[in-house]
């Protein structure tokens, strides 16, 4: 049964929570989208739950009709939300975050509780030659590289690169499943039993980095995280990406036990 929740007071509390944390340099129809988009990731709207009316976002925020007209337009064509002729705009799409994640454990300071994290597929490619995979996938005539932006909280973006052998992918596909990339162990259905984490601080050279945004000479951190599973060919290397921020990386006390990759 749909679930019919959306109050004024409830719009108020979406702008109030999430206007900080869009970009001013955006369009304003941008501006609302990503506002929109976040709340849905976040949970804030669930799958199936209504979205306030056009005109309401129009009194309620500074965005005017034609705005969140726009707005609801791009998230319509994205498949995120759908409309209901007389009914409204609804939720099409699950919250996005990824529940107690092995890498992606920042948080303020020791006594603070993890940041969400949401994770965003950017795309899937196949390797038949050498890269950084190499050393550490040595067996593997064929290696697939998933890409994904990956949220922490409202605080920042990293990149991730996460290199595996293609048959724990192929098996998935063969099965005609999607991999949409936000626990990519459940995904996969990998059985991981050890890891070995590295670290260090890189400067970065040459073009703007495509998902960060980094300029030439920028310091960020570099993770490369190597996963033993059960069976070889389940192995995999991630390379994250981290850029300036204060929060800290909690690394310690990672565990077979723990479900999100």
Request: net charge positive; proline share 5%.
């Given at each position: 049964?749909?679930?019919?929740?959306?109050?004024?007071?409830?719009?108020?509390?979406?702008w109030?929570?999430?206007?900080?944390?869009?970009?001013?340099?955006?369009?304003?129809?941008?501006?609302?989208?990503?506002?929109?988009?976040?709340?849905?990731?976040?949970?804030?709207?669930?799958?199936?739950?209504?979205?306030?009316?056009?005109?309401?976002?129009?009194?309620?925020?500074?965005?005017?009709?034609?705005?969140?007209?726009?707005?609801?337009?791009?998230?319509?064509?994205?498949?995120?939300?759908?409309?209901?002729?007389?009914?409204?705009?609804f939720?099409?799409?699950?919250?996005?975050?990824?529940?107690?994640?092995?890498?992606?454990?920042?948080?303020?300071?020791?006594?603070?509780?993890?940041?969400?994290?949401?994770?965003?597929?950017?795309?899937?490619?196949?390797?038949?030659?050498?890269?950084?995979?190499?050393?550490?996938?040595?067996?593997?005539?064929?290696?697939?590289?998933?890409?994904?932006?990956?949220?922490?909280?409202n605080?920042?973006?990293?990149?991730?690169?996460?290199?595996?052998?293609?048959?724990?992918?192929?098996?998935?596909?063969?099965?005609?499943?999607?991999?949409v990339?936000?626990?990519?162990?459940?995904?996969?259905?990998?059985?991981?039993?050890?890891?070995?984490?590295?670290?260090?601080?890189?400067?970065?050279r040459?073009?703007?980095?495509?998902?960060?945004?980094?300029?030439?000479?920028?310091s960020?951190?570099?993770?490369?995280?190597?996963?033993?599973?059960?069976?070889?060919?389940?192995?995999?290397?991630?390379?994250?990406?981290?850029p300036?921020?204060?929060?800290?990386?909690?690394?310690?006390?990672?565990?077979?036990?723990?479900?999100?990759?």
């Amino acid at each position: 049964m749909v679930r019919v929740s959306t109050t004024e007071d409830q719009t108020r509390l979406f702008w109030k929570k999430y206007q900080r944390t869009v970009s001013r340099q955006l369009h304003k129809y941008l501006q609302l989208r990503e506002a929109l988009t976040r709340a849905i990731d976040d949970g804030f709207w669930s799958f199936g739950e209504k979205l306030p009316p056009e005109g309401e976002l129009a009194r309620l925020t500074p965005f005017s009709l034609g705005t969140a007209q726009r707005a609801y337009a791009d998230l319509v064509r994205d498949g995120m939300v759908e409309r209901r002729a007389g009914a409204g705009t609804f939720v099409l799409r699950p919250s996005q975050i990824l529940d107690t994640p092995w890498h992606f454990r920042f948080r303020t300071d020791a006594d603070s509780p993890f940041h969400p994290v949401f994770p965003k597929l950017i795309g899937i490619k196949r390797h038949s030659g050498t890269g950084p995979w190499s050393a550490f996938l040595k067996h593997s005539d064929e290696v697939v590289c998933i890409e994904r932006a990956v949220r922490i909280g409202n605080e920042f973006t990293l990149y991730a690169a996460f290199y595996i052998d293609a048959a724990p992918v192929d098996r998935v596909l063969a099965r005609r499943r999607e991999i949409v990339g936000v626990n990519l162990r459940r995904e996969l259905n990998l059985d991981i039993v050890r890891m070995g984490i590295d670290l260090r601080v890189e400067t970065h050279r040459g073009r703007v980095h495509p998902v960060l945004k980094l300029k030439e000479g920028t310091s960020v951190l570099m993770i490369q995280t190597r996963a033993y599973a059960q069976t070889a060919n389940q192995n995999y290397i991630q390379m994250m990406t981290v850029p300036p921020t204060p929060e800290w990386l909690h690394i310690s006390d990672y565990g077979v036990d723990a479900s999100g990759i």
